[in-house]
């Protein structure tokens, strides 16, 4: 069945740059989607990509797409403690039906 | 601020009892789906509405319905409530069905459920 997978937990300084991977299983999937959820809070929508697309850059944010290894990654610039949250990735496809992943835990040192 | 709008926040009822989740979609979007986060089962989705009527459903159990209405808001029914439907409920919104901008899919701050 279709399946999202995240490693569970990552911890970085204050400064450097932080990657969350995300693998897929889907091959139909059309969209990939990162949200961010803070304690108690929503999910905020970070970025999309489609799936004909390589790469994303959003400000601080870098979205690569390995399409034949069905592997997304994210990348946070200059990680701020602001971004210690839970990330999620998410394949949707047709339906827009989305599967998450279980969802990283990054964690930001000062 | 998503502009999905859910209500209420938080709710406490007992066990066996029944309750409504309401959601009103971003403004202009068609599609509104719920999802439940929990924390064994993480997030899981529901069901999805679109402009009325139903386009899929995914996990979701018969003891819970849905509905979306021609103004576009969207209700979840949970009744005979046990212990374990205790999560959050997560109200989504997009443009459409499929393709284009209306990919874009976003999320209310969701309804916390507790069941006692």
């Known amino acids: 069945g279709e399946d999202v997978e995240q490693s569970l937990f990552l911890s970085v300084r204050e400064g450097d740059s932080s990657v969350i991977n995300c693998t897929y299983t889907d091959s139909s999937s059309t969209y990939l989607y990162w949200y961010k959820q803070e304690p108690g809070a929503g999910l905020q929508l970070l970025t999309y990509?489609?799936?004909?697309?390589d790469m994303k850059q959003d400000q601080r944010l870098t979205v690569l797409l390995n399409k034949k290894d069905k592997h997304l990654s994210l990348r946070i610039a200059d990680t701020q403690t602001g971004d210690s949250a839970i990330y999620f990735c998410a394949s949707g496809g047709a339906t827009n039906k989305l599967i998450f992943g279980t969802g990283t835990l990054l964690a930001v040192q000062p | 601020d998503s502009g999905v709008t859910q209500t209420p926040k938080h709710l406490i009822t007992a066990t066996g009892q029944r309750v409504t989740l309401r959601c009103s979609p971003r403004s202009g979007d068609l599609s509104v789906y719920w999802y439940q986060q929990s924390l064994d089962q993480g997030l899981q989705f529901l069901i999805q509405y679109y402009n009325g009527e139903e386009r899929a459903k995914g996990n979701i159990l018969e003891r819970f319905s849905a509905q979306q209405f021609p103004d576009l808001h969207s209700e979840l029914n949970l009744s005979s409530l046990e212990l374990g439907d205790s999560a959050l409920y997560f109200c989504?919104?997009?443009?459409?069905?499929?393709?284009?901008?209306?990919?874009?899919?976003?999320f209310g701050e969701g309804s916390w459920l507790t069941v006692v």
């Open positions: 990509i489609f799936s004909n697309m």
């Open positions: 989504a919104s997009s443009g459409s069905v499929t393709g284009g901008s209306g990919n874009t899919i976003y």
